[in-house]
C-alpha cells in the first residue's frame, strides 16, 4: 500500500506538471519488480498551438463556414505553416443527409452533429473558431467583417475585423423561395437543425391539436394535411418518411384522427426526382401512389397565406386552385446569401447566380479567394475561347500547321484543362485528331494530315456542348473542400515543381490540377424501409436491401465515431421502440 501511495504521488506530480521533461518510476507488483519510463513533451513538441498566440511568420487563413465544404477542408488541412481562423454561426457541423430523420423523430438532432472544436482540436494546424457571422467581405484590404452570433453578448453590434491572407469562402447557401408570397412567412425550411426540430414540433402539434374534441371533421382534416413543396431528394424523402411516421407510430397515439390525415407533395415540373434515373421515378411515383401520398406534378406555388396554399396548375391551362393546410415543408432550391451578392456586386459578378470561381476553386478577379460548395460554381473555361493558343502551343515547329503527331502530345493536357475535350472524345468512341476531322469533314483523313488554324476550329466546334454545372451537393462540397485542403497543403512544393496541365496563355504549367468531381451515386430514400439508389456505370437498385446499402453508407460517411455510434444507436431503438414522439 505504501508503494502505491508513493506512485500516486508520482503520478499526480507528472499530471500536475507536465512541463517536466523525463520521469523514471520504480515499484513493486506482487513481489516481483515493474520500472517504466516516461518522457513527457512540452507543448511546443506536441504541436498543440494556444489560441492565443499567432505566429507572424504564417500565412492567415480564414474560412466562413462550417458545413460540407468548410469542414471537408479543416478536416484535410495539415501543413502547419498556416494559422487557421473558423467563423461561422454555428459551432458544429450537421451531417444534413439525415434531417429528414430527425424531423420525425428517427434520428435525434444531438447524433448527427460535431461540435467543429472537436473536430479540429487533436490537428497539427493552428486552428482557431469564433461563433460570429460573416456579412462583409472586403477584397481589396483582405479584410472580413463579423459580428457576435451570441444573442446575450452585450457586444453583439459591435464589429470584429479580420484580415486575411487567404480567405476560403464556404457559407452554404440559403433557402429558395422564389419571392413567391407568403413562403418565408408561413412555410418551413429543411436546411438547418432548428428547422428540423421546428417541425418536428410541429408535427405533434398538428396531432394534439386535431385531438381536442371541440372540432369540426372539417378542421381535423385541415389541420392534419401536411404539404410538402418540391419533388427532390429532400422533400420525397421527408414526405417518405413523414408518412412511415404516422402509420407506423402516430396512429397508435391518435387512433382517433387517422382517417384525417392526409400527405400532398408539390412538384412544378413533370415528374419527381428528375435528376434520377427514369426508372427510379417512375417508381418513386408509383410507390407515393399506394401509399396514400398525393403527388401532384405540373403545380407551381404562387401563393402562401397562414391558412392555405394557392398552386397554378401548368397541365390545366394555368388555372389556379387552393387548399387548406396545417404545415407546409418547402425544399424547392437554393437561394444566395446577402453577403455573397453584396461580395458579387464587388467584384463584378453581379449578374450571376453564385460566385464563379475557376477550376481551382479561386474566385474570379480574386487570387487569395477560394470559394466552395452551394455558394460558388466553377466557371470551366470553354474551348473555343483558347483555341488559336491551344493550336500555337501545339504546333512546336510553328509551321502554321498541326500533324496528329503534334495533337497526341498534348492531348492529355488538353483534356486535363478543359475536361469537356475528353468527355466529347468519350462519348464520340474518338482517340486523335485524325477522328475529330473525320467527323468534321465526314470523309477519310490520314493520320499523317496536317490541319490549318479554321479547320482546327471546326473540328473542336462542338466540344463545347459537353459542358455542365456541378450539382450543389453535399458529396460535391465535401470533395471540393478535400481537393482545397491539399493544395494548400503543397502548395509551397508545386510552387516549385508545378503539377498541373500546360498553360496555354502562358507558359510553363499549372501549380495544380484542377478540381474533378467524382460522382459516387446518390440515394433517395423512399419508406417502407425502400430505397432506390443509382449509382455509377448506370446501376439502378431498388428495394429493401438497398435501404441497408444506404444504412451502412451513411453510417461511414458521419463525421466522428461519437455520431456513427449514436446513429446507429437511434436505427436500432425506432426498430425495437419505434420513432420518439414527444416535442421537446
Known amino acids: 500500500m505504501k508503494e502505491m501511495a508513493v506512485f500516486q504521488r508520482f503520478s499526480r506530480t507528472f499530471r500536475e506538471n507536465p512541463s517536466l521533461a523525463k520521469m523514471l518510476v520504480v515499484f513493486t507488483v506482487s513481489g516481483g519488480s515493474l520500472m517504466a519510463y516516461s518522457e513527457a513533451k512540452s507543448e511546443n513538441e506536441m504541436n498543440i498551438v494556444k489560441p492565443t498566440e499567432t505566429d507572424s511568420k504564417k500565412k492567415r487563413v480564414v474560412v466562413l463556414g ?137 408535427i405533434i402539434d398538428c396531432f394534439e391539436r386535431a385531438s381536442l374534441p371541440n372540432l369540426s371533421e372539417e378542421e381535423r382534416k385541415k389541420i392534419l394535411h401536411f404539404v410538402v413543396v418540391g419533388g427532390g431528394p429532400t422533400g420525397v424523402e421527408f414526405a417518405a418518411e413523414l408518412h412511415d411516421y404516422v402509420n407506423e407510430d402516430l396512429v397508435k397515439l391518435y387512433p382517433k384522427v387517422k382517417d384525417a390525415v392526409k400527405i400532398t407533395l408539390l412538384e412544378a415540373t413533370d415528374h419527381i426526382l428528375n435528376m434520377f434515373d427514369k426508372r427510379i421515378t417512375a417508381f418513386a411515383e408509383e410507390k407515393f401512389q399506394r401509399d396514400g401520398i398525393d403527388v401532384k406534378t405540373g403545380a407551381m406555388v404562387v401563393k402562401v397565406s397562414d391558412k392555405d396554399i394557392s398552386t397554378k396548375e401548368l397541365k390545366n391551362g394555368g388555372s389556379v386552385s387552393t387548399m387548406p ?11 444566395t446569401r446577402p453577403v455573397i451578392m453584396d461580395f458579387m456586386k464587388q467584384i463584378g459578378q453581379a449578374n450571376r447566380r453564385v460566385l464563379a470561381t475557376d477550376e481551382w476553386l479561386r474566385v474570379e478577379g480574386c487570387d487569395s479567394i477560394y470559394a466552395l460548395g452551394d455558394c460558388a460554381t466553377i466557371n470551366q473555361r470553354k474551348v473555343m475561347e ?36 475528353g468527355l466529347f472524345l468519350k462519348n464520340k468512341q474518338m482517340h486523335s485528331l485524325a477522328d475529330l476531322l473525320k467527323a468534321s469533314k465526314g470523309d477519310a483523313v490520314k493520320e499523317s494530315v496536317e490541319v490549318n488554324l479554321e479547320e482546327f476550329k471546326s473540328a473542336l466546334s462542338q466540344v463545347d456542348s459537353q459542358m455542365k454545372n456541378l450539382p450543389a451537393t453535399a458529396q460535391v462540397a465535401a470533395q471540393q473542400g478535400s481537393y482545397l485542403a491539399d493544395c494548400f497543403n503543397r502548395m509551397e512544393e508545386c510552387e516549385n515543381n508545378p503539377e498541373g496541365p500546360l498553360r496555354f496563355r502562358g507558359e510553363g504549367r499549372h501549380r495544380f490540377r484542377p478540381f474533378r468531381y467524382k460522382h459516387f451515386g446518390q440515394f433517395a430514400p423512399l419508406g417502407g ?13 431498388i428495394g429493401h436491401s438497398t435501404q441497408w446499402l444506404w444504412y451502412s453508407v451513411y453510417a461511414s460517411k458521419l463525421v466522428s465515431w461519437r455520431t456513427r455510434a449514436l446513429v446507429v444507436s437511434d436505427w436500432g431503438r425506432r426498430f425495437i421502440f419505434g420513432r420518439d414522439s414527444s416535442c421537446i
Open 386 to 421: 483558347d483555341v488559336w493558343a491551344i493550336f500555337r502551343k501545339a504546333d512546336k515547329d510553328n509551321s502554321g500547321t498541326l500533324t496528329v503527331k503534334e495533337f497526341q502530345e498534348v492531348l492529355d493536357d488538353i483534356c486535363e484543362r478543359y475536361p469537356q475535350v
Open 325 to 335: 393546410y396545417g404545415m407546409v415543408v418547402w425544399s424547392t432550391g437554393i437561394g
Open 529 to 541: 424501409e425502400q430505397t432506390a439508389a443509382q449509382l455509377p456505370g448506370d446501376w439502378v437498385s
Open 66 to 202: 462550417t458545413g460540407w465544404a468548410g469542414t471537408s477542408f479543416l478536416k484535410n488541412l495539415k501543413n502547419s505553416s498556416y494559422d487557421v481562423q473558423v467563423i461561422s454561426p454555428r459551432n458544429y457541423f450537421a451531417f444534413t443527409p439525415l434531417l429528414p430523420s430527425v424531423t420525425c423523430g428517427t434520428v435525434e438532432p444531438r447524433s448527427i452533429v460535431e461540435p467543429i472544436r472537436n473536430i479540429v482540436r487533436k490537428k497539427n494546424v493552428a486552428v482557431h473558431y469564433w461563433e460570429a457571422e460573416c456579412f462583409k467581405i472586403d477584397a481589396e484590404n483582405k479584410k472580413v467583417y463579423c459580428r457576435s452570433n451570441l444573442t446575450n453578448n452585450p457586444n453583439e453590434k459591435e464589429e470584429i475585423v479580420v484580415d486575411y491572407d487567404y480567405l476560403v469562402i464556404a457559407m452554404g447557401a440559403r433557402p429558395n423561395t422564389f419571392n413567391i408570397p407568403g413562403v418565408a412567412e408561413n412555410c418551413h425550411f429543411l436546411k438547418e437543425i432548428e428547422d428540423a426540430q421546428k417541425i418536428r414540433r410541429t
